[in-house]
């Protein structure tokens, strides 16, 4: 017995309500005899009483007599439409008269259907059964229309931010330093409504940022240092670090309460994160190179300084052998004459200066020449020190596309 009753409690809850709005009592008992198998018929004696009536019951359908003291049905039924609870209850106008005239009128204040008094039970129960299942197809098919318009919200917010990771992406190619990497995937992540701290790995130590303080606290750096060496992602709280060879990213509020943020940020994190690795390897290249030229250059400098040197301490010996071999024979040609020689003794002499004179002659030649070597060797180890120069600066800045016009991550909307 106890569970036909509460059967009978369920299919009752089951009934849709129907608020007939009628002065003629006749009428409310002819409608409630023949409804209340199937409708809970709720009962208003005049306008003003049946628009509250409405408003507290929310009913399925509204039965409207278009002949009342007072507010007449159409009045009723205008200010039905016109008020925000409402406005959206079928209303069918129960009416003795049925001329074309009475249904624009009915139609024009927004009722859905028109009876003819007397109308027998079988057509109400008809005509409520068509419009109770249309006002269910309506609301089956804007619960829909909403599920589908959230499934678009949802993809439209997705396509924004993955044009942003694109414009992110793009706009790394052009960046010099890790502090401006560092900015641009704030800016993109800011934008995501979400705050977190950033870990490079560089050739010259670890770096961290934070948003707004510029440099994370000492607690976040040891953190994050720590966990580094964990799995790709490592989830606490409401907090996620998402880890790469170069790159750690502390995700301080991931939206744990909106499942489909979290989804759409953990898949977008990782894109953007193994663009900036790659970035961040990148610039530890460039910085090694750089210190590789500038170690070049240095040294080149310092053997083009050695063989200036050289050059020049060749060009004052030289100086000085031609200077002496001079002198000598200066000497020579004065003191010959006094020195009583027999002619094949002078002969000898003289013979035996011209030799040396000839010799150191041709060796201040090919000195001449080491020299004139030297100074090509300088000039190609300046050509070349310039050509490697000019090749790193190329190298470092002209990338694959350079598509920075100054425009804000934030501008991208789709892509």
Not at 207 to 230: I, W, Y
Not at 231 to 243: I, S
Not at 248 to 274: Q, S, T
Request: charged share 25%; glycine share 6%; with cysteine.
């Amino acid at each position: 017995m106890f569970f036909a009753e509460l059967l009978g409690w369920f299919l009752m809850d089951l009934k849709k309500k129907v608020l007939v709005i009628d002065d003629d009592k006749i009428t409310h008992k002819v409608i409630s005899k023949a409804l209340l198998d199937k409708f809970d018929v709720y009962s208003a004696f005049d306008g003003k009483a049946g628009i509250l009536e409405a408003s507290q019951e929310s009913p399925q359908v509204i039965l409207l007599d278009v002949e009342m003291p007072g507010m007449n049905g159409y009045e009723v039924c205008d200010a039905l439409k016109n008020q925000a609870s409402t406005k959206d209850i079928p209303v069918v106008f129960l009416s003795s008269r049925s001329s074309l005239r009475e249904r624009m009128l009915g139609y024009e204040v927004g009722a859905d259907d028109y009876l003819t008094k007397p109308a027998s039970a079988e057509i109400i129960q008809a005509k409520l059964k068509k419009l109770t299942e249309r006002v269910e197809l309506q609301t089956e098919l804007s619960t829909k229309a909403k599920s589908a318009e959230q499934t678009a919200l949802q993809a439209i917010a997705g396509s924004s931010e993955l044009g942003k990771a694109i414009r992110f992406v793009e706009s790394s190619f052009s960046l010099t330093s890790y502090s401006e990497l560092a900015s641009k995937l704030f800016e993109l992540l800011e934008g995501l409504g979400l705050k977190c701290c950033l870990l490079f790995k560089t050739d010259a130590g670890d770096e961290c940022f934070t948003q707004g303080r510029g440099v994370a606290s000492p607690l976040e750096q040891d953190l994050m240092k720590m966990l580094h060496s964990e799995q790709r992602f490592y989830d606490f709280g409401c907090r996620t670090q998402v880890n790469y060879p170069s790159v750690a990213l502390l995700v301080k509020n991931m939206p744990l309460d909106n499942r489909e943020n979290y989804g759409r940020i953990k898949d977008l994190i990782p894109f953007v994160l193994a663009a900036s690795d790659e970035k961040v390897r990148i610039l530890n290249t460039e910085h090694a190179l750089r210190e590789q030229a500038a170690n070049l250059s240095r040294s080149v400098d310092a053997v083009k300084t050695t063989l200036k040197e050289i050059t020049s301490n060749m060009q004052g010996n030289q100086e000085a052998v031609t200077q002496v071999v001079r002198d000598m024979l200066d000497k020579l040609e004065m003191a010959l004459p006094k020195m009583g020689l027999e002619d094949d003794q002078e002969s000898y002499i003289i013979q035996s200066v011209d030799t040396a004179f000839a010799s150191a002659a041709a060796l201040i030649d090919q000195n001449t020449g080491l020299k004139a070597s030297l100074e090509g060797v300088i000039r190609l180890l300046s050509y070349l020190t310039d050509e490697q120069n000019q090749i790193l600066e190329t190298a470092i800045h002209t990338t694959p596309s350079q598509t920075d016009d100054g425009a804000s991550l934030s501008d991208i909307e789709l892509f």
